[in-house]
């Protein structure tokens, strides 16, 4: 095992998610309510980058995190993950910024809609057409996604989702999709 995978390892189990996922569905979705009410949408206070609020069907917020000084041409669509029923913290935003800053892009963070109260059909609705209107502003070729664990489900859907329109979209450059959902939980199923 690589330093990287055990370092990775440790921060999993440290968090506790493998035993929060663990719970009967009914405590799950109690304590992931509890927690997701810190998680709700906002604009970070941090100077160091331009942040404005997109609105996506009317009623759901994306993160638009302009991280150079003055607007990129390419963008970044940046999906966190937390199995469709955690939201994102101020990490996952962090981690979106360091990405945006790395590639010299702006970012588009979206609040998708959550399975604790949402179908996951809503949560690809939403991501479809906030791919659809960055669109909008950047050139295909201009675009990149990624997602982490269940943003990488979405990373995949939103083109999957794209390739089953009577008239699809023109497709981003590259999309990088990164989950560790099927690593296993115990020693049992390893075997």
């Given at each position: 095992m690589s330093i990287r995978f055990q370092i990775a390892s440790a921060l999993v189990k440290a968090s506790g998610m493998k035993k929060l996922f663990a719970l009967p569905q009914e405590e799950l979705l109690?304590?992931?309510?509890?927690l997701n009410r810190k998680r709700d949408f906002r604009i970070p206070k941090r100077k160091q980058f331009h942040y404005t609020e997109k609105t996506i069907l009317g009623q759901y917020s994306c993160l638009k995190i302009e991280t150079?000084?003055?607007p990129s041409k390419r963008a970044l669509l940046f999906f966190?993950?937390?199995?469709?029923?955690?939201?994102?913290?101020?990490?996952?935003?962090?981690?979106?910024e360091k990405f945006?800053?790395?590639?010299g892009r702006d970012v588009w963070f979206p609040?998708?809609?959550l399975c604790t109260d949402h179908c996951v059909k809503e949560a690809f609705g939403m991501v479809y057409e906030t791919y659809r209107q960055m669109l909008q502003e950047y050139a295909p070729e201009d675009i990149a996604v990624?997602?982490?664990?269940?943003?990488?489900a979405l990373a995949l859907g939103?083109?999957?989702?794209?390739?089953a329109q009577p008239e699809p979209l023109p497709m981003p450059s590259l999309i990088i999709a990164s989950s560790p959902g099927s690593v296993p939980f115990s020693n049992e199923e390893r075997k």
């Open positions: 109690e304590k992931v309510r509890k150079q000084p003055t966190f993950g937390g199995g469709y029923i955690l939201g994102p913290d101020d990490g996952d935003v962090k981690l979106a945006g800053k790395a590639s609040y998708y809609p990624i997602g982490f664990s269940s943003g990488a939103v083109c999957l989702n794209n390739n």
